[in-house]
C-alpha cells in the first residue's frame, strides 16, 4: 500500500455512482455538498452531546467555556434572528483501497465507481483553492468517531487546546467583556474542525478523511474577501429537494487521480470500457481503471 509519512495511505477514494464519476472526470473539480444535507447530519447533534458531557466532567471554568461554545456555535448554527457566519461544505473520502462492500452498498447501486486521489496532490490544490477563492477556511483530515457519551481523544486534546489558548491570551483573567473578536477568530478554525470531523463510532469502518471548506455566508453584507473570488452556491435536484453545493478546484488543474475502480455489477467490463474511453478524451491514462474483487450477487 502506498502509504504518507504519518502512516495513513497517500491514495483515498471516493465513492460514486456513474453520474457522479462522469461529472468529475469531465469538469475535473470535486462537488462538496453543503453540511446539512449529508445522509449523518444527526453527528452534529451527537458532538453537542458529547461536548457537554466532556464539559461536565473536565472543564474547570465552565461559565467562561460555557460562553465561548456559545459564541462559537452563533458563528457555524446562528442565532435568534441571525444567520450563521460561515456554512461547511464536505466532500468524503475513504482510506480504505477502495474496494468495500458497505461503501458499494451506500453510494453505488450497482452503477458504482471509486476514484482514488493522491492525497499530497489533494492538499496542493486545496492550499491554492484557499489563495483562489474567498473561503473562511479549508481543510481535510480523517474523521473521529465516539457517541453522545464519549468524545474521542484527538478531539479532546484539539478543543483543550482552544481553550488553553484562550487562558494563554489573557493570562488567566479572561472574562466575557475583554475576549476579543481576534481571539475568536484564533479559536474558530481548531472548534469548527473537531465539530465537523466528529462521527458516531457506527461508521468507523468508513476510515473516512473529509475535505471541508467554510464559505462565508453573505447574506449578513459581509464583504471582505480581499480581491479572491467568491464561490457560486449551485443546486442539484436529489429526490424531493434541491441540495446546495460548491465546485472545489473548478477545472482549473488536472485532478491527481491514480486509479478508479468499477464497481461490482453484471456489466463490469463494458462500464470499465466506456470509463477507459472518457479517460482518453481527457488525456488520462485509461489503463488506471480496474474492475472490484468483490464478486456481484444479483437478486
Known sequence: MNESQDGQSNIIYHYTDGKGAQGILETQSLWATHYRYLNDFSELIIFGKALTSWRQANVREPQLVDWLLKELREIFFGGPGKPPETEAYIVSFCDDEGDRLS??????????????FDRTELEKLKEKEFRINWLDSIYMDSVCYGDSEE????LKSDIENCIELLKDRYKGNATEENVTDATLNDIFNPFIKCLSRFKHKGFSEEKEIRLISFLPNLTGGRREGGGRLEKVIKFRA???MLVPYIELFEGRDTLPIKEIKVGPSPYVEMRKRSI????????????????????????
Open 151 to 154: 468524545m474521542p481523544m484527538a
Open 276 to 299: 477507459q474511453i472518457l479517460l482518453r478524451r481527457k488525456g488520462i491514462n485509461p489503463d488506471i481503471v480496474t474492475i472490484s474483487q468483490i464478486p456481484y450477487r444479483g437478486p
Open 103 to 116: 461503501q458499494w452498498r451506500a453510494y453505488g447501486g450497482g452503477d458504482g465507481y471509486s476514484i482514488g
Open 238 to 240: 436529489s429526490q424531493n
